[in-house]
């Protein structure tokens, strides 16, 4: 009987091991002290910008690895740049670095194109493209996710505009190295994309229109599809957050200034009130933990309130300076506690408020009448 028990126990406790193991692990990083000294809701410039070209910033988007504690951008293609190089900063230096050499833009020629792997015949990385809010990071995988956008299309020897090739791909930071994943997921550009805590998935939006909502399982890498109720439509440009206190993902919608919640489990879509507010998928857009919020970054931006099912905008001390279209490059460190962005300006951190009064931001939006329309 003694035996039996010593071997259940040995079980029971290989089996809360492995299941353990399986968990994604919360990595701990200490804040960097001049990112907390930072006032709040103030835009600050805290680090120079990538060490690329400005090109590199052009429809481009990035993401923040929490398990190394580093904001990765990708990005480039199209007329501004051909690299397509990853650049990651160091969140405890604020040192920017280049991940490794871009492919060169003379093996950039029609033979040496394959669409359906979205990259050169001759590379083991994506090829550059306009990558938009078309990436995530994905905890549970410790890596960026990317697919599709739009692709290479520049000079004589291209000849294409705006390849949308059907690709998706994890780029592993500790490795330094892109593994490719499909050439089955959806075809687009513009497209948004978040990160589901509760389900392990990731969800993505087609640019220009989307009849469905696509899911990529991260266990199983399957893509599928959902249609929803009603129907939604869209420019290209688009945002994407999830909330996993509320389970519901929220949407800004390009030029349009459309805004959207997209219930995840029945896939049905409703607009929030935005008469005060109509945050622009060509900004950028994070979810707050903390307070349970969703901040719009564009021009002086604006924040979701759940409770109230209404968008308010924002009032920072001082704004940021050089472009506020940003797109997908604005991103949230949970360490931190700032969000970031960069352009060719600089990188830039804001501290929010602990706590958004969203009662003082309607008297002041009241104050100050109807918001100017967004300038490019």
């Known amino acids: 009987m003694m035996r039996w028990r010593s071997s259940l126990a040995l079980i029971v406790l290989a089996g809360a091991a492995a299941a353990q193991a399986a968990e994604p692990s919360s990595p701990k990083h200490e804040p960097n002290p001049k990112l907390a000294a930072l006032p709040a809701n103030t835009w600050t410039r805290v680090a120079d910008k990538q060490p690329a070209p400005n090109g590199i910033l052009a429809y481009s988007g990035g993401v923040f690895d929490s398990e190394h504690n580093v904001y990765l951008l990708f990005g480039g293609g199209h007329g501004d740049y051909w690299g397509n190089e990853v650049c990651a900063l160091d969140m405890k230096t604020l040192a920017w670095k280049r991940m490794y050499e871009p492919d060169a833009e003379g093996r950039y020629l029609k033979d040496n194109l394959d669409h359906a792997k979205g990259k050169l015949k001759d590379s083991d990385k994506p090829y550059t493209r306009h990558s938009y809010q078309m990436q995530v990071f994905v905890p549970t995988a410790k890596k960026m996710f990317i697919w599709s956008g739009c692709g290479p299309g520049w000079g004589k020897q291209m000849g294409e505009h705006c390849v949308q090739p059907p690709d998706a791909w994890y780029y592993d930071y500790a490795a330094n190295k892109w593994e490719f994943l499909n050439s089955n997921s959806p075809k687009c550009y513009g497209g948004g994309t978040c990160y589901d ?41 688009l945002d994407l957050v999830y909330s996993p206190k509320q389970d519901r993902i929220v949407a800004a919608v390009g030029e349009r200034q459309k805004a959207y919640i997209i219930d995840p489990e029945k896939f049905t879509v409703e607009q929030p009130d935005a008469s005060l507010y109509k945050p622009h998928g060509g900004g950028g857009m994070v979810y707050l933990p903390d307070q ?22 924002l009032a920072p001390e001082k704004n940021f300076e050089g472009s506020s279209w940003v797109y997908g490059n604005c991103n949230y460190s949970p360490v ?28 002041k939006a009241a104050a100050a009448g109807p918001q100017p329309a967004p300038k490019k």
């Open 197 to 237: 805590s509760k389900r392990d998935v990731i969800w993505a939006l087609p640019g220009d229109s989307w009849p469905k909502l696509w899911k990529f399982d991260v266990k199983t890498g399957k893509w599928s599809s959902h249609a929803l109720k009603p129907e939604a439509s869209a420019t290209c440009h």
């Open 292 to 313: 349970d919020v969703v901040v719009n970054v564009f021009q002086k931006g604006g924040v979701f309130d759940f409770e109230t099912k209404k968008w308010y905008p």
């Open 336 to 363: 931190d506690k700032v969000i970031l962005i960069v352009n060719a300006a600089g990188t830039w951190a804001y501290r929010p408020p602990e706590k958004y009064d969203f009662k003082a931001l309607a008297e």
